[in-house]
């Protein structure tokens, strides 16, 4: 049971790459659920998949690679959300010095108080389960009008989807490089450089599409004997890809000049 709800595939697994696939127009995506399910048995208290089911589970992991790339890590979702990040790390700012800000009462709780594991509690939990989209997108709109230079452009880019332009990189984007662009943005709008690092800021995202290690899946073979996919496998593509893939980033505002 625990395989089938968290693990290398599982339902959600099965379920999320069909569903978004389909309201994302990405075609790679789509995999045969319904045959990776048939195939499924349970052998010494393992879930397994028969042999002949192979070829659906290769296509799912090079499915999930794809989608990863194409979708859930593709630049404008690592944009939108880098800027959602630094909306609310700015607000915890502006707030720890003091200075109001009009939002939703399970809002305002995370944003004054620093839950950790000694403080963490049921009213914790109670508090997070009346935060939706609606809470910080109706605080966005309000703050489009806050004094404050950074949180209120951080806002207006966010809701008007002005993203800031992301660079993929293969290697750590330089310093020198990423100081050019603040400086470039603090002379534009005359801001301090910490202000300038919640519009340039450089980062990293990773992908591996199967992992070789205790979660493996497992494939039941004709004569009764239980191996890893990744070693039945006769395509190379499925050893690539339990290598770790790295890419760095760098994000700043777009200008006309």
Not at 56 to 78: C, D, I, N, P
Request: charged share 25%; proline share 3%.
């Amino acid at each position: 049971m625990n395989q089938l709800v968290s693990s290398q595939l599982d339902m959600d697994r099965l379920d999320y790459l069909k569903r978004d696939s389909f309201y994302t127009g990405v075609p790679e995506g789509n995999i045969n659920s319904e045959r990776i399910i048939t195939m499924l048995h349970v052998v010494q208290d393992q879930l397994v998949v028969e042999e002949k089911g192979i070829y659906s589970v290769e296509k799912f992991l090079v499915a999930r690679r794809l989608m990863y790339w194409q979708v859930y890590l593709h630049k404008t979702g690592v944009a939108a959300e880098q800027l959602l990040i630094r909306v609310l790390q700015r607000a915890k700012e502006l707030i720890s010095e003091g200075k109001p800000l009009e939002c939703s009462p399970a809002f305002s709780y995370f944003l004054h108080n620093k839950v950790q594991e000694e403080n963490f509690d049921t009213s914790v939990l109670q508090t997070f389960s009346r935060l939706d989209d609606y809470d910080l997108v109706s605080a966005m709109k309000t703050w489009l009008d806050h004094p404050d230079f950074v949180l209120r452009n951080l806002c207006e880019m966010l809701l008007n989807r002005q993203l800031l332009k992301v660079k993929f990189k293969k290697k750590p984007v330089p310093s020198i490089k990423l100081a050019k662009y603040k400086l470039k943005i603090q002379q534009k709008y005359n801001i301090t450089e910490d202000e300038a690092s919640y519009f340039v800021f450089s980062g990293k995202v990773h992908n591996v599409a199967y992992t070789s290690g205790t979660d493996k899946i497992l494939l039941l073979h004709s004569n009764g004997k239980i191996s890893d996919v990744a070693k039945a496998s006769d395509q190379l593509n499925l050893k690539a890809l339990s290598i770790p893939v790295t890419k760095y980033y760098i994000c700043y505002p777009k200008t006309k000049d």
